[in-house]
């Protein structure tokens, strides 16, 4: 029979573990901001007639440069999941994320995933190889820079042995 302190002592660690679960990489004011029924495909179209709006966006960086203005980072746009992680199994083009800052090529480099915040401010046409692009230009207000692949799921290590699906690593036997 366990005890009430002990079992008080567990009920909030497991509430402390589901909340932790539920943090969002962009603020719960920008998320309210943001028009969730203005789909990236919308705004691809027609950029100029959705100046102004919040969008929630993310993707893979493809580059990131800075001009004299500010920085920009080209991203390969991905839809979101319930977590805001971005989910590149599919595309629907691409987007400049604008800043007045300086961004560091090195930090932002190309196959990062990002998750940001901001304000369609225009569109930019660029050649991209043989035809004409158009790029929706979005104002950051926040940006969330992913720092690895997320992984559900990690199998445990046992005296040096780490058991993927299929067999061991056979360390330390060569």
Known sequence: MTSPRLSRFLLSGFFLFVASGCAY???????????????????????????????????????????????????????????????????????????????????????????????IIGKRVKALEVMKYTYPVVGIKELFLWSKERVWWEPPSYYGWKWNLYEPDPYPWP
């Open 25 to 119: 990489p962009v603020s719960k004011q920008l998320r309210h901001q943001a028009n969730k029924d203005l789909t990236f495909s919308q705004v691809i179209q027609y950029p100029d007639a959705y100046t102004g709006n919040i969008v929630l966006w993310g993707g893979l960086i493809m580059e990131a440069s800075n001009p004299p203005d500010g920085g920009e980072i080209v991203v390969l746009q991905a839809p979101l999941d319930s977590s805001e992680y971005p989910d590149t199994k599919s595309t629907y083009g691409q987007f400049i994320a604008k800043t007045s800052t300086f961004v560091d090529p090195v930090i932002y480099k190309k196959g990062r995933k990002v998750t940001l915040a901001g304000k």
